[in-house]
């Protein structure tokens, strides 16, 4: 682990408060910015687009959302060609947007917000209340379509040149189903993404599905029928197989139609159930193996690959789910002490008769919103994740981290009062080994008021370059990068489900 001089004076320091409160403050101006003023250098070979949505809008004037998760999203852009970079931003206009802005309040159902109203009121609505399109976890294309996507089937499409909203993408219109993932894989050699969409009743459904990249065609791969259905906020996928890991946070699906709460909070932590690994092949979509190990919970998986007879399985674990209450937005913007990270954990899934799961930490690093080199490494064996990290014990996600995951060696890099996203990887063209390239990440910068991009070399963590944004820009979650102009961003899968 590598330490900074201003690390040191940061574990100094007892006066050190919690300015992170500023990246759940709503920001509703828009901009379209020619050229960000840069210090440092980018690389010539970026030449792309990152594409990234975030919540950026909490207080919607008769009500304030409940969570991080329900912030109304907007759409972040910054496209880099000669050494320069611009910047724009602007909302999302899904119907929960637009309601949002008429009414004044929350009018779906949303992650942890529901319409307001009298207890009898929403008690009545439960029968009618729809499912909110507020898509603020991701960006994917699909099928040439750029689209921001949330847990539910309604992907909301828009242009990646200007950001304007034009309609929805629904996700398998013909078949039954309500909430899904916003962390599509792409399979690069069949030229698809995968992914699932969850149908609650009498008895549940996981649907593992895919689309096709040329057609849009959209088919059910795999199906499994289930009691109670657990939240999956993303699955694994290596080279022949989809895996589908249930954490013990689950659901009775009658909870939905006789509680009045707001979807996630329907859901009780079950640890006794322990995991479940459903192993699913991609071809004909037969499913090899269903094993099981300690309960733990996890929101994102970094990789899966295939070893012997083993399938490795990572994901990023925290002890129990108990982070989904961390985020509530009043504990966030009272900047009260949080542990956002979890760490880096593989399971050793045996593909033969054995049901014995093995499981190693790959490191003690706290990290969340993993990335890897997705274009050379999703589905194969690999050594790098990156990820944000935590580096002053209860402070919101500080730092950016890289993580060996064959021994554990770890460099970071942090600032003090900078608070950096998701580290987005962005791959050297010119080199083929696994972590040549840069990370972009989006810092709000709490001493200054702003945000800025920042550039790292992925190798090494030092700092390449940095462009200033003209406001701070709230906390998000996923985006990715497009190796190419927005208007010509049209192939999938070099950025990754995050
Ligand atoms: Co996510």
Not at 11 to 32: I, M, Q, R, W, Y
């Amino acid at each position: 682990m590598q330490t900074s001089k201003s690390e040191l004076r940061q574990a100094t320091d007892p006066t050190s408060g919690n300015s992170f409160a500023l990246g759940f403050k709503s920001l509703d101006h828009e901009v379209s910015v020619p050229q960000l003023p840069v210090q440092g250098k980018f690389p010539p070979w970026l030449t792309g687009t990152l594409l990234r949505v975030a919540p950026c809008k909490y207080d919607l004037g008769r009500q304030t959302v409940n969570h991080w998760f329900d912030g109304l999203a907007m759409l972040h852009k910054f496209s880099f060609a000669q050494g320069y970079v611009s910047y724009a931003n602007r909302f999302l206009h899904s119907d929960a947007f637009q309601e949002a802005t008429k009414t004044g309040g929350f009018t779906m159902r949303g992650f942890a917000t529901d319409p307001c109203g009298t207890l009898f009121q929403r008690v009545l609505s439960k029968f009618t209340t729809r499912w909110t399109d507020n898509s603020n976890v991701n960006v994917s294309y699909f099928a040439r379509q750029a689209v921001a996507l949330t847990e539910t089937r309604m992907p909301v499409r828009f242009d990646p040149d200007t950001l304007e909203t034009l309609g929805h993408a629904p996700i398998l219109p013909d078949v039954k189903g309500v909430v899904t993932i916003a962390h599509p894989h792409y399979d690069r050699d069949r030229d698809c993404l995968y992914s699932y969409l969850l149908d609650f009743g009498m008895k549940s459904r996981y649907r593992l599905f895919s689309i096709d990249n040329t057609s849009g065609a959209q088919k059910v791969v795999a199906e499994l029928k289930i009691d109670r259905p657990a939240y999956m906020h993303s699955f694994g996928m290596s080279s022949r197989y989809l895996v589908l890991v249930e954490f013990p946070l689950v659901v009775h699906p009658l909870s939905f139609i006789f509680r009045c709460q707001p979807f996630i909070r329907n859901y009780r932590w079950r640890p006794e159930r322990g995991l479940r690994f459903h192993v699913f092949e991609k071809e004909g979509g037969r499913r090899v193996k269903t094993v099981e190990a300690e309960s733990v919970f996890a929101f994102h998986h970094v990789n899966a690959y295939e070893k012997g007879d083993e399938l490795i399985v990572d994901f990023v674990a925290h002890h129990d789910a108990g982070i989904i209450d961390q985020l509530y937005l009043a504990r966030l913007r009272a900047g009260e002490p949080i542990d956002p990270g979890g760490r880096p954990m593989r399971y050793r899934i045996p593909l033969g008769a054995s049901s014995h799961v093995r499981r190693e930490v790959l490191s003690d690093t706290r990290m969340e919103l993993p990335r890897i080199d997705y274009g050379r490494t999703a589905g194969r064996c690999y050594r790098t994740v990156w990820g944000a990290g935590t580096h002053r014990p209860g402070n919101f996600i500080d730092s950016i981290v890289k993580v060996n995951v064959e021994n554990g060696q770890t460099l970071k890099w942090w600032e003090e009062d900078a608070y950096p996203g998701e580290p987005v990887f962005v791959a050297d063209p010119n080199s083929q080994n696994e972590d040549t390239g840069v990370l972009v990440s989006v810092v709000l910068d709490a001493r200054r008021n702003r945000s800025f991009l920042l550039v790292l070399d992925a190798t090494s963590l030092v700092e390449v370059a940095r462009a200033e944004c003209p406001h701070p820009i709230p906390f998000g979650f996923h985006g990715n990068y497009y190796p190419a102009a927005a208007n010509e961003c049209r192939l999938p899968g070099t950025g990754a489900p995050g």
